[in-house]
C-alpha cells in the first residue's frame, strides 16, 4: 500500500510561483505511474499533470501547459509540481496520485494541499 503526502501548497499572489512535493513510501516509487489532481470549491476532482514511472512521459491539461512543470526524483521517492505564473482559477486542493502496476486508474491519494491565489 502506498503511502502519499504532499506539501508546498499556500496562499500566494497572481503571477507568483509555488513548488508542490509528494512524497512516497510503502512502495517500490518507481513502479508507479504518478499524477497532480485539484479540486476546486464545488467542482470534481480533474487532472492536472502525470508522469510516467521513469518520468520519460508527461501529460498536461491544457488549461497549465506551459506554466505546470511535473517531475519526479525516483532516489528521493518524491514528485513535484512547478507551478509558475499562478491564476486565481488555478485555486484548489492539490492531491497526488499514485497507479500501481498493472492498475488502469490512480487509486492512492495523498491527503491534499490547498493552494490559494489571490487576484
Known amino acids: 500500500q502506498v503511502q502519499l503526502v504532499e506539501s508546498g501548497g499556500g496562499l500566494v499572489q497572481a503571477g507568483d510561483s509555488l513548488r508542490l512535493s509528494c512524497a512516497a513510501s510503502?512502495?517500490?516509487?518507481?513502479?508507479?505511474?504518478m499524477g497532480w489532481f485539484r479540486q476546486g470549491p464545488g467542482k470534481e476532482r480533474e487532472i492536472v499533470a502525470t508522469?510516467?514511472?521513469?518520468?520519460?512521459?508527461?501529460y498536461y491539461v491544457n488549461a497549465v501547459k506551459g506554466r505546470f512543470t511535473i517531475s519526479r526524483d525516483n532516489a528521493k521517492n518524491t514528485m513535484y509540481l512547478q507551478m509558475d505564473s499562478l491564476k486565481p482559477e488555478d485555486s484548489a486542493i492539490y492531491y497526488c496520485?499514485?497507479?500501481?502496476?498493472?492498475?488502469?486508474?490512480?487509486?492512492?491519494w495523498g491527503q491534499g494541499t490547498q493552494v490559494t491565489v489571490s487576484s
Open positions: 510503502g512502495v517500490t516509487f518507481s513502479d508507479y505511474a
Open positions: 508522469i510516467s514511472q521513469t518520468g520519460s512521459r508527461t
Open positions: 496520485g499514485a497507479r500501481g502496476p498493472h492498475q488502469a486508474d490512480f487509486r492512492s
